[in-house]
Structures are given as structure tokens and as C-alpha cells.
């Protein structure tokens, strides 16, 4: 499978002038709905128990230890137990609230520690074009699939449904799983036939850039496999490209430009002029 991804001018010269690529946190990217799971406790008499059951364990006990500097375990824990019926009562009077707390927050905290690098399977997407490279004035940049980057876990496709992710609480198989979370969108979406690197914010480095801080990931210039112009890319950002593609890192990376095949309706990719390579300093 292919991987593209489509800039602004703005945001593709940083890829190939420091080889870096921005990780957006689901709360950023351009679709309300991202890392929205449902949730919904389906059983609260099991999500209660399950809740109390950890209270009264020896692991609660130890963790919370110095509020109850007077109390051994026994004690605390029969102390609960006392009490069960009463925290139960107020579990689950505490059950719909707190589904909707989480609701409300979800994206938000998944946003604080993981974030996306979004990718798309097909190059000559005019939509894509439209959408995410300023109405064809940016550039799409390929890379190479088979590399190490996009052969773990946290890289995946998109699955495309309306269905719902549920995220129940009362079910102890449940998973709070930001991949999850972030490998579902609805069918309108399914065009862009999206893959995903999902990144952890700690492992990336933090940029205080006008617009807010940006997260971003260091790439070697061999995943880079060619770079596309779009249509109504200026001579300007052409010029630029040109010249970022003389470097000897990048003399593997074949340069494209997008034309217009009006007869057919589509766009279709011709190569750039031949450009000269310069020595590196």
C-alpha cells in the first residue's frame, strides 16, 4: 500500500528542510467526531461491585495507605464492607454523570498524551488535493511503505464504519485503547483511505511555533520516496522544492508535478525536469 501525505506549502518545506513530521493530537484534526468512543456503562450493578472490589483490595490499601495512618487492612476493609451496600448506592447514583464527564473529556485526554501522523493510499486524490494542499497550491510527499517507521503496532488502517466504538465500564474485557479509539471513522470518510502512526507526545519534541506548541518526529531522508506538485503550485514553492531535491540525501526521490487529464476527469502525475544534484556542505 501507498502512503502520501498532503501540505500546505507551508507544512511540507519543514519535512524536507529539518525531516521532521508534525503529530496532531485527535482534538486538533479536522473531524468532531475523532477519538469520540460512546461511553456507556451498560451494567452499573457490576461496574459498582467491580468498583468496591478494588476498594477493599490490599493493593488500594497500600497505594492510599497515609490517609489511614491508624487502621491496618482488616480493619479498613471491614470497615467497607460495612458500608457496601451504602457505596454501592452511591456508585450508582454516580453512574450516568459520570459517563457523561467522560464523554465531554475523552478526546481531551487522549490528546494529552498520544497524537497521529495521518496518511492516505492515493496520490492523485482530488479531493485530498483540495482539502489538504490549499486547493492544489501544496505538494503531496510519499513515503515508503516497507520502511521500520510503519511496521509496529502503532501504525494501522482505517476502518471505516457507522457503527459506534462503545467503551463500557462494566465490562472487564473493555479496553481504553487510544488505537482503538483513533482507527474508526465513519463511512463519509472512507474516500481518503487513511493509515495512521499513532505517537506517543512524550517521545516527540515539543515546538513553540506561532499558532501554539506542535509536536513533531525526526525521519531520515530514505523514507522520503518522491515528491508531488500540485496543480496550481506557485513557481515560487516549485523553485524551492527544486532546490531542496539538489541535496545528495534526497537523490533517490523522484519529483512529480500533477496535470489535469480533462478528457478522463482525473489528475495524473508527470515528472519534474531533471534536477541537478549540488554537493552538500
Not at 58 to 68: G, S, V
Not at 86 to 101: F, K, N, T
Not at 155 to 181: C, G, M, N, Q, W
Not at 235 to 254: C, G, M, S, W, Y
Request: aromatic share 10%.
Amino acid at each position: 500500500m501507498a502512503l502520501f501525505r498532503y501540505f500546505s506549502p507551508e507544512g511540507a518545506l519543514p519535512v524536507l528542510e529539518t525531516g521532521e513530521l508534525m503529530v496532531t493530537p485527535p482534538k486538533y484534526l479536522n473531524d468532531p467526531f475523532e477519538c469520540s468512543p460512546v461511553i456507556k456503562c451498560k451494567d452499573p450493578h457490576a461496574f459498582a461491585h467491580r468498583q468496591i472490589e478494588r476498594l477493599i483490595s490490599p493493593e488500594f490499601f497500600e497505594e492510599h495507605r497515609n490517609h489511614f495512618p491508624d487502621h491496618t487492612f482488616e480493619e479498613f476493609r471491614n470497615g467497607l464492607l460495612s458500608k457496601a451496600a451504602e457505596l454501592e448506592e452511591r456508585i450508582l447514583a454516580d453512574v450516568p454523570g459520570a459517563d457523561s464527564h467522560i464523554q465531554s473529556r475523552v478526546q481531551e485526554i487522549i490528546s494529552q498524551r498520544f497524537g497521529v501522523i495521518c496518511f492516505a493510499a492515493d496520490g492523485l486524490n482530488q479531493t485530498m488535493w483540495a482539502h489538504y494542499a490549499s486547493s492544489h497550491e501544496g505538494l503531496a510527499i510519499e513515503f515508503r511503505e516497507s520502511h521500520q517507521l510503519f511496521s509496529g503496532q502503532s501504525f494501522f488502517e482505517i476502518h471505516y464504519s457507522d457503527e459506534h466504538v462503545v467503551f463500557d465500564a462494566s465490562d472487564p474485557t473493555a479496553r481504553d485503547d487510544a488505537k482503538l479509539f483513533l482507527s474508526r471513522k465513519r463511512l463519509q470518510w472512507s474516500s481518503e483511505r487513511e493509515s495512521r502512526l499513532l505517537v506517543e507526545l512524550a517521545l516527540a519534541t515539543v515546538r513553540d511555533l506561532p499558532e501554539g506548541s506542535r509536536y513533531f518526529i525526526p525521519i531520515g531522508p530514505e523514507v522520503i520516496v518522491s515528491v508531488i506538485l500540485g496543480l496550481r503550485a506557485t513557481d515560487q514553492t516549485q523553485n524551492r522544492i527544486i532546490e531542496l531535491l539538489r541535496a545528495p540525501r534526497f537523490e533517490h526521490v523522484k519529483a512529480f508535478k500533477i496535470r489535469k487529464n480533462v478528457e478522463a476527469g482525473i489528475l495524473e502525475r508527470e515528472p519534474l525536469e531533471a534536477v541537478p544534484k549540488a554537493t552538500e556542505c
